[in-house]
């Protein structure tokens, strides 16, 4: 049996480059296509296995407001984890965030991904990828998406993940007004700003094709081109500072500037690292949480 011990694995927040609502289904799930990426901005999950202790998931977490109880995706991954491989051991886990919630960058679903990785890795259970994404998608629909750990283009629910095979590091600032919204809101006021859908709607916008992402990565087109989100203009009648911060991230420099997911985070584009931290510093001087990252070929928990 081995000892216990604590490993730390970086979970890296996501960006949605682009984000299309295509239809919804028969069950009220809206269908998705979305290119995806992973920044470097990280939280970080630490896990001491436990053998005398059986079953048992303790998750601490050092922001205040973060459930630690079981609706947390990370205690539901854990425990999923166990329950499929039969793997018989107790858990603490502790959640550093960095990756504010509520924002719209995917910390709670990369943070569960990240617990599903690294217990695969500290087990030896040897499950693929896809097994472990299949296993996430039933945690929350961008964990498959942060399994991989990739630039990916994203469809369905969150469970259809094709990983691009190369990707450049790109400099962005991401600035946040400092509380999210609610995505069940968000998409409500997306539906009724739209006829009520049948299955299949399709976007009025073709979402970027293969194409202009290959003439992207291949240095033929920019990415302010590629960039679209199909819920920001709800998203800006219940945060209009959303339209503030956009303002502000070109006003500093950026090429484009686009919010991510269901919000409430906001990310524009630099041509260089040096402009990126320039912009954020100056956004930060306004009162407003600002970071500059680059986007990840590979994020460290996936490598």
């Known amino acids: 049996m081995a000892p216990a011990l604590t490993m730390a694995v970086l979970a890296p927040a996501k960006i949605n480059l682009s984000l299309r609502v295509i239809g919804r289904r028969a069950d009220g799930y809206h269908l998705l296509q979305s290119l995806m990426v992973p920044v470097s901005l990280y939280d970080e999950v630490r ?9 048992r998931i303790q998750l601490l977490c050092d922001a205040p407001g973060v459930p630690c109880g079981e609706d947390n995706l990370v205690c539901q991954a854990a425990r999923l984890f166990l329950a499929r491989t039969g793997v018989e051991a107790g858990l603490r886990i502790d959640l550093l965030k960095q990756i504010p919630p509520g924002s719209g960058l995917g ?18 259970t040897h499950r693929s990828a896809a097994q472990l994404a299949s296993w996430g998608a039933e945690v929350g629909a961008d964990v498959p998406f942060f399994v991989y750990g990739r630039p990916a283009w994203v469809e369905g629910v969150g469970e259809v993940v094709t990983p691009l095979d ?9 600035a946040f ?9 968000i998409y409500r006021r997306y539906d009724a700003a739209i006829p009520p859908p049948g299955r299949g709607r399709v976007s009025l916008t073709k979402p970027p094709s293969a194409t202009s992402i290959a003439q992207f990565i291949s240095g033929e087109r920019s990415l302010p081109e590629l960039l679209v989100n199909d819920l920001e203009a709800v998203a800006a ?44 510093a100056e956004v930060r001087g306004r009162g407003i949480w600002a970071v500059a990252v680059e986007t990840l070929a590979v994020s460290p928990a996936a490598a």
Do not use: C, Y
């Not at 910390?107 to 030896?124: C, H, K, Q, V």
């Not at 190369?166 to 991401?174: D, E, I, K, T, Y």
């Not at 007004?177 to 809101?185: N, Y």
């Not at 956009?246 to 040096?274: H, N």
């Open 166 to 174: 190369r990707w450049p590091a790109v400099s962005l600032v991401v």
């Open 237 to 280: 009648e219940v945060r209009p500072e959303l339209r503030f911060l956009k303002t502000l991230l070109v006003k500093f420099g950026a090429e484009g500037a686009v919010m991510t997911g269901s919000g409430s985070a906001v990310f524009g584009i630099w041509s260089t690292r040096a402009g990126a931290e320039k912009a954020a």
């Open 47 to 55: 896990l001491t296995v436990t053998h005398g202790d059986a079953g």
């Open 107 to 124: 910390g709670g679903s990369s943070d569960a991904a990240a617990t599903l990785t690294a217990l695969n890795r500290r087990f030896g």
């Open 177 to 185: 007004p400092g509380s999210g919204v609610s995505t069940a809101e």
